[in-house]
């Protein structure tokens, strides 16, 4: 077993014990609530020892996870060789969103800021996404939804990344995810069939082009002294 792998299990298992701590719970009396950062990002997330948890805790707004769809199921991870059966999509993102949204009003933050979910692609196109739009449409009460070219907001907004199969998404008439827009999108693709993606693609621009970013490895305070957050990392 290679070293990177030992210690994402070390990792891993060291949270979880707490993996249900967090999940749409009120701050304890006493604990100061966390404020969340709208203009953050969690870079490959589910690399921590609490996918999406550690990120909620910490006032992230934006989450990533890869997937790879095997044996008909939508599994995160990094690499392929890294799949695990129990480490879904559902499992790790889409059904504790939900349970959070629910406790908290219809929000992932009381009263907070939107949320998005950004779904890396690593296997094919179109077989991976006709998967996970099947299983987004199981999760319409808290996803945003692009219906008529309309785009409806709600607690989450999914988008679309790496191979994003464009043509299919753009000729739905309801969709639950937005694409993740390209500089080369924007000469062929209108919000109107974006959905959601443009200002994530044009807040990635601005960071790349040296906007103050915050970085992130998950530890607590870690993030003391930014102060314009556009994209944290917490990947590394």
């Not at 979880?16 to 609530?33: F, H, Q, S, W």
């Not at 966390?34 to 990002?41: I, N």
Request: aromatic share 4%; proline share 6%.
């Amino acid at each position: 077993m290679s070293d990177d792998l030992s210690r994402r299990d070390a990792l891993r298992a060291a949270g979880a014990a707490g993996l249900a701590l967090t999940v749409g719970r009120p701050a304890p009396a006493g604990e100061k609530p966390v404020v969340p950062l709208p203009r953050t990002h969690a870079h490959n997330d589910y690399e921590h020892p609490r996918p999406l948890l550690d990120a909620l805790a910490h006032g992230f707004c934006s989450v990533e996870s890869d997937i790879y769809l095997a044996d008909g199921k939508l599994l995160v991870a990094h690499e392929r060789k890294d799949l695990k059966p129990d480490r879904t999509l559902e499992k790790l993102y889409l059904d504790p969103l939900r349970e959070r949204v629910k406790a908290n009003g219809g929000k992932v933050y009381p009263g907070g800021p939107a949320f998005h979910l950004l779904i890396d692609v690593k296997t094919g196109a179109a077989e991976t996404y006709a998967a996970l739009d099947r299983v987004l449409a199981r999760y319409a009460d808290v996803l945003s939804v692009v219906r008529g070219g309309k785009f409806e907001p709600k607690a989450v907004t999914a988008v679309v990344s790496g191979n994003r199969d464009k043509e299919a998404m753009t000729r739905q008439a309801v969709r639950f995810a937005g694409i993740d827009g390209r500089p080369e999108d924007l000469g062929s693709l209108g919000q109107r069939q974006l959905g959601a993606a443009v200002p994530l693609a044009q807040g990635r621009a601005d960071a790349r082009r040296g906007t103050t970013e915050v970085a992130w490895d998950g530890r607590e305070g870690s993030r003391a002294g930014t102060t314009t957050p556009v994209l944290g990392d917490a990947g590394k």
